[in-house]
């Protein structure tokens, strides 16, 4: 019976599920490893920044021109990324780029290489929180609202994109299924897109201010 129970005891150690390993990619002390990335190349190396870190947190630079951070450490895929962010204004106007399959000179690498998952609550259900910008409807739009905390989850398993955001489900795309034609110039190019690939975050410009605590890789 002691042999017994010793055996089951071992085998519900192996079912039982490991935790997963979180990385902060940005946790409120530095910016390491995060890089400009002008909207165009050529533009001058003193652009004035649309980012700054102010007491703790990453925040946007109100009527800065537009300007992106892209993490150069490496591609990212099979991973979920947990993005914790508030805003001064619903029309605020952000994003975070995934997939993007080489380090991108500009935004124009990320935007039509890549994917955006917007951030902006007073859009349509293709331009809204939580969405990949112009490609997927909303299947809710549960954001919080101005001054209050949004946890943004976006789960990257293979070619499939599930966006969570505060707990519910706003996206679940396999990669692969057709999506509404490109309509303009803003809008990105359409195509397939890598498993993996660099990450960055983009302040659009305009008044609002954004304001991110926390970006975690989870693996």
């Not at 007073?122 to 001054?147: F, I, W």
Request: proline share 9%; hydrophobic share 40%.
């Amino acid at each position: 019976m002691v042999v017994m129970k010793r055996w089951l005891a071992i085998l519900a150690l192996a079912a039982a599920p490991s935790w997963a390993a979180e990385k902060k990619l940005f946790d409120g002390t530095d910016i390491a490893g995060w890089v400009r990335m002008p909207r165009h190349e050529g533009l001058p190396a003193d652009q004035k920044p649309g980012f700054v870190l102010r007491n703790g947190l990453l925040e946007t630079v109100p009527d800065a021109p537009e300007d992106d951070l892209w993490y150069t450490a490496g591609k990212i895929g099979n991973a979920t990324l947990r993005v914790v962010y508030k805003f001064s204004a619903p029309d605020a106007n952000s994003g975070v780029f995934i997939r993007i399959p080489y380090e991108p000179k500009s935004e124009d690498d990320a935007i039509n290489k890549g994917i955006e998952v917007q951030i902006q609550d007073s859009a349509d259900d293709y331009h809204c929180t939580g969405v990949l910008y112009s490609m997927t409807e909303a299947k809710a739009r549960p954001y919080k609202p101005a001054g209050e905390w949004n946890t943004l989850e976006i789960e990257l398993r293979g070619p499939r994109t599930v966006v969570k955001l505060n707990g519910v489900v706003v996206t679940d795309y396999d990669g692969v299924a057709p999506v509404p034609p490109k309509k303009g110039q803003y809008e990105p190019d359409r195509g397939p897109r890598p498993d993996e690939g660099y990450i960055a975050i983009q302040h659009h410009g305009g008044a609002p201010t954004l304001w991110f605590k926390e970006i975690t890789l989870i693996q």
